[in-house]
């Protein structure tokens, strides 16, 4: 832990010699501008019509309250914020009718990329549905227009299975589990010819774990395959 430390103040320190942000540096400097400079909000707030979010399940808290700073109700706008107001507050922002489409997957929710926290799509999406004046509503897209049936059906058998059925009550948000009438994909293309899903082209790697060795054999393995 000392270790770590250390190094942020380093790199602070690298960066603010530079005059530079890195990507999370970005991001905090973007909800304090917004946050805590009304004018600057209400500037940024006119450039947007609507506001779509995609791949939502990768979304980290900063970048939640950048949504919600985004999409303020626009009649008062912009409201005042104490400076430094918590994640809790700024979702207490009422949101812009017809103005805010989130669009994501939480079984992808499995990288924690940036910090990403999966439980936020449904706390967001919940946000939308409790909205007073104008609620929100969430729909699923099932249909698959890119995968063949065989696909489609092992992917949902496999999902299903690691991921285990709804529990009730509900658990946390965190815990995304498998709903067949919601997550269960349905294909649109019609089934090819019949051939295998998956092909496994090589199933003893023996006591070879180099990663370079390792990408090296699995290239040799797959172009042998499709010569």
């Given at each position: 832990r000392g270790l770590l430390l250390e190094l942020g103040r380093r790199l602070d320190a690298r960066l603010h010699e530079l005059n530079a942000l890195d990507f999370t540096g970005i991001l905090l400097a973007a909800r304090e501008l917004l946050r805590d400079f009304p004018e600057a909000r209400a500037e940024v707030q006119a450039r947007f019509g609507v506001l779509l979010v995609d791949e939502f399940q990768d979304t980290?808290?900063?970048?939640?309250?950048?949504?919600?700073?985004?999409?303020?109700?626009?009649?008062?706008?912009?409201?005042?914020?104490?400076?430094?107001a918590t994640s809790g507050e700024i979702r207490g922002l009422p949101l812009e009718p017809g103005f805010l489409c989130l669009v994501g997957d939480r079984k992808q929710g499995i990288y924690e990329f940036r910090g990403a926290d999966v439980s936020l799509m449904e706390v967001?999406?919940?946000?939308?549905?409790?909205?007073p004046e104008a609620p929100g509503?969430?729909?699923?897209?099932?249909?698959?227009?890119?995968?063949?049936?065989?696909?489609?059906?092992?992917?949902?058998?496999?999902?299903?299975?690691?991921?285990?059925?709804?529990?009730?009550?509900?658990?946390?948000?965190?815990?995304?589990?498998?709903?067949?009438?919601?997550?269960?994909?349905?294909?649109?293309?019609?089934?090819?010819?019949?051939?295998?899903?998956?092909?496994?082209?090589?199933?003893?790697?023996?006591?070879?774990?180099?990663?370079?060795?390792?990408?090296?054999?699995?290239?040799?393995?797959?172009?042998?395959?499709?010569?």
């Open positions: 980290n808290q900063v970048q939640l309250d950048l949504v919600h700073l985004l999409a303020e109700e626009r009649s008062q706008a912009p409201r005042p914020l104490a400076p430094g967001a999406t919940r946000t939308l549905e409790q909205a509503g969430r729909a699923w897209l099932k249909q698959s227009r890119r995968s063949t049936p065989g696909l489609v059906h092992f992917a949902n058998a496999a999902t299903a299975r690691v991921m285990g059925p709804p529990t009730v009550p509900p658990g946390p948000d965190f815990d995304v589990r498998f709903d067949p009438a919601h997550d269960g994909l349905e294909a649109v293309r019609a089934a090819g010819p019949v051939a295998r899903p998956i092909w496994v082209l090589e199933r003893d790697l023996g006591d070879d774990t180099d990663a370079t060795s390792l990408r090296a054999r699995d290239a040799e393995t797959v172009a042998r395959a499709v010569a």
